[in-house]
């Protein structure tokens, strides 16, 4: 008998029953807009279905004079090795979508698709299947169709029992209504949304702290729940906090905190000749951020690297932030202000003040 594909370690019939069992999944994220999803070899999307049952919905995508199409692309990173050390494999998925979605969402774009690549070593059906389902949830939750993706079994690639993930949204916004931080001017209020914990960023540091130097057991009972728990708790998708937010006031500027947490993100949607100062205790955070200072890491360090309990922060004009607040919801606080740097053509900063 000759050399065979599955005797080299890639089996494509498991592929295709990964397919039967996530298409159910996938069709339940499918809405207006959607021509064909899974299965052929490209997806199909018609832009004037999707802003005509929008409209439908009260949000007027159809009378855009100039669409722009809104791209984003991310992974999961390190919290991947939670799962494998867990046998946790059905929230990853949403991260992914998540870190996706929340980036296209910050210049004010509806999301219309997702898809995602999945590759392994050898491919574990059941596992895979709950990434996918976890995928899925993601789309849901951001109100995004799962049109596609790739499966990837790729042998010598990858430990045995790992997997990686790669995610690619797809928003689209008119050029009228673009979010993109130009108006934001000295005086803005600073409205931070909370994150869940870590979200999806820094935990090659997360796990070193915890796990190698503190030697904490991912069972270990922490804040009602178990360690392993608060740290693999999914990032939060904010389409329907900037959507009610939209419904209400138009934001400056809108921020994911992502890695480099606020010193690194904020700045990013700001005029130069800005310095955005938060106020660290006008904002509650996770008991998570405790622990890992206890664990050895500075402060200052731990800015740079984690969200420190803010997912998104929203730019808004001092007489919008009360309108701003209500309609981002009971988990948002008024943060800080932005102010004038000592040099107005210097690029824009962010510090976190006591």
């Given amino acids: 008998m000759g050399l065979t594909y599955k005797g080299s370690g890639v089996d494509a019939d498991l592929g295709d029953a990964l397919v039967d069992r996530i298409g159910a999944r996938a069709k339940k994220t499918l809405g207006p807009g959607v021509v064909s999803g ?8 018609s832009l004037k279905d999707f802003m005509r049952e929008a409209k439908k919905k009260g949000r007027s995508l159809e009378s855009m004079d100039d669409p722009l199409i809104v ?6 990173g390190t919290k991947l090795k939670l799962a494998f050390a867990m046998n946790k494999h059905d929230t990853v998925g949403i991260d992914l979508v998540a870190m996706c979605v929340n980036d296209v969402l910050t210049t004010g774009a509806a999301p219309l698709f997702f898809l995602d690549y999945f590759g392994t070593g050898k491919l574990d059906v059941d596992v895979a299947a709950a990434v996918i389902g976890g995928v899925a949830t993601g789309c849901e939750r951001g109100r995004c169709a799962l049109v596609g993706g790739e499966t990837a079994e790729l042998p010598g690639l990858y430990q045995p029992g790992e997997y990686d993930l790669a995610g690619f949204a797809v928003g689209v916004v008119d050029r009228a209504q673009l979010i993109d931080g130009r108006s934001a001017v000295k005086g803005d209020v600073l409205i931070g949304v909370a994150s869940s914990g870590l979200h999806s960023n820094g935990y090659s540091l997360a796990r070193k702290a915890l796990l190698e130097v503190a030697q904490h057991p991912l ?6 729940r178990t360690l392993g728990d608060a740290l693999i708790e999914p990032t939060i998708l904010y389409t329907d906090h900037i959507d009610a937010l939209l419904a209400e006031v138009r934001p400056r500027a809108l921020a994911h905190i992502t890695g480099g947490g606020i010193p690194g993100n904020l700045p990013r949607v700001l005029p130069n000749g800005l310095e ?4 660290r205790s006008a ?7 405790d622990l890992l200072a206890k664990s050895g890491i500075a402060e200052d360090e731990m800015d740079r690297t984690f969200n420190m309990g803010l997912g998104l922060i929203a730019v808004v004009s001092a007489a919008d932030a009360d309108r701003a607040l209500k309609a981002l919801g009971p988990t948002a606080s008024r943060v800080g202000e932005l102010v004038a740097a000592k040099d107005a053509s210097a690029e824009a900063t962010a510090r976190i003040d006591p």
């Fill in 38 to 45: 899974i299965g052929g070899f490209a997806s199909l999307f």
């Fill in 71 to 76: 791209a984003g692309t991310d992974g999961v």
């Fill in 219 to 224: 069972d270990m009972p922490f804040a009602g």
């Fill in 276 to 279: 955005a100062v938060l106020h």
């Fill in 283 to 289: 904002w509650q955070r996770s008991p998570l951020f």
